[in-house]
T-cell receptor, first 111, second 117 residues
Framework: GENVEQHPSTLSVQEGDSAVIKCTYS??????FPWYKQELGKGPQLIID?????GEKKDQRIAVTLNKTAKHFSLHITETQPEDSAVYFC??????????FGKGTSLLVTP | EAGVAQSPRYKIIEKRQSVAFWCNPI?????LYWYQQILGQGPKLLIQ????????DSQLPKDRFSAERLKGVDSTLKIQPAKLEDSAVYLC???????????????FGPGTRLTVL
């Protein structure tokens, strides 16, 4: 089955700096790669996603890149703000079947 | 648009007791998922429904866990008897499309935090 590895497990940055979280996956059949943000006591919320026919996608301060050959994808957050502090999960899936999640990255943005 | 609803939000039980969780997906969503999230880990699929049929229950511990989605809308997940290692957050998610086609975003509910003593 699919195995998703996520690094780092914790990340601390100063407000205004950039944050990068990296994930690798094992199943070449995976074609959908979402990123979720989870705040304490809440369910995961989708922040950005990318499909296998696209190499990069950007939405304001958030961008995701995908390298299908190397089977890795990354989340980039620029100009970080304290409200970006949360746990971020990457996931990999195939056409509506269940997502396989990484173990999460706890991001702390300090003022 | 209302989100995915789950209840209860918290539950504390003793081992060997039984417990049930309820999920109401977003209206019109065909696909419903139950995930288990152990503290410090990512969600792990327990079961996936498409309408009222099971698509994938390969990771559901069927000796103690059961789930149903009788009318293709609400769903119930049950654990009987519970073990200490079942302590986790149980997340329900839904998706408008069916497996194998279409847009893939899954919308998650707030989860039910289960503590087994």
């Amino acid at each position: 089955g699919e195995n998703v590895e996520q690094h780092p497990s914790t990340l601390s940055v100063q407000e205004g700096d950039s944050a990068v979280i990296k994930c690798t996956y094992s199943d070449s059949a995976s074609n959908y790669f979402p990123w979720y943000k989870q705040e304490l006591g809440k369910g995961p919320q989708l922040i950005i996603d990318i499909r296998s026919n696209v190499g990069e996608k950007k939405d304001q301060r958030i961008a995701v890149t995908l390298n299908k050959t190397a089977k890795h994808f990354s989340l980039h957050i620029t100009e970080t703000q304290p409200e970006d502090s949360a746990v971020y999960f990457c996931a990999a899936g195939n056409s509506g079947y269940a997502l396989n999640f990484g173990k999460g990255t706890s991001l702390l943005v300090t003022p | 648009e209302a989100g995915v609803a789950q209840s209860p939000r918290y539950k504390i039980i003793e081992k060997r007791q039984s417990v049930a969780f309820w999920c109401n997906p977003i209206s019109g969503h065909a696909t419903l998922y139950w995930y288990q999230q152990i503290l410090g880990q990512g969600p792990k699929l327990l079961i996936q429904f498409q309408n009222n049929g099971v698509v994938d229950d390969s990771q559901l511990p069927k000796d103690r866990f059961s789930a149903e989605r009788l009318k293709g809308v609400d769903s119930t997940l049950k654990i009987q008897p519970a073990k200490l290692e079942d302590s986790a957050v149980y997340l329900c998610a839904s998706r408008p499309g069916v497996a194998g086609a279409g847009y893939n975003e899954q919308f998650f509910g707030p989860g039910t935090r289960l503590t087994v003593l």
